[in-house]
């Protein structure tokens, strides 16, 4: 599903969870995936199933976090907080628990590749104050992406 489909259909269970609860408030940063919808709001992490119904807070640290991004097989959401200072990459699994520390040195989580990489931005390793993609593997193995200066980035399916 192409990305511009994925934020209308966000758009429009956005439009429906509010009309349903009644509540106005800003939600923000959609991402669908099989379990249903993730979303920013209040600083924190909510999901709610795609055929509707109670959000549900996924975290709840007085840190924001924000950008989820559901990894291809749909366990793992991986998102951008700054619990100890700095943002860094952290991910948790799709149905709530303890968020991971993944990154040290600074990073946004910006997507997954297709085999289960996190692939976030980092400044880490870049000689100019500049950001940089690289992958992060479930061993925390980092990877650059031989790209300069490079702030978004996706990989297709083929």
């Not at 909510?46 to 924001?64: D, F, I, K």
Request: glycine share 14%; proline share 8%; charged share 15%.
């Amino acid at each position: 599903m192409n990305g511009m489909m994925k934020l209308w259909q966000a758009g429009l269970l956005f439009a429906a969870i509010g009309m349903a609860q009644g509540n106005r408030g800003y939600y923000r940063m959609p991402e669908i995936g099989p379990q249903g919808l993730l979303f920013v709001a209040e600083g924190d992490l909510w999901s709610v199933p795609l055929a509707g119904g109670m959000a549900r807070r996924l975290t709840t640290h007085p840190a924001e976090e924000v950008g989820p991004r559901i990894s291809p097989d749909g366990k793992t959401i991986a998102f951008t907080a700054n619990y100890e200072g700095l943002a860094e990459v952290y991910t948790m699994p799709s149905e709530g628990g303890l968020p991971k520390r993944r990154s040290f040195g600074g990073g946004t989580v910006v997507g997954w590749t297709p085999d289960g990489k996190i692939l976030f931005r980092t400044s880490q390793y870049n000689g100019l104050p500049s950001p940089q993609l690289a992958t992060l593997a479930d061993d925390n193995t980092i990877t650059l992406i031989p790209l300069s200066q490079a702030y978004e980035g996706s990989y297709s399916a083929d």
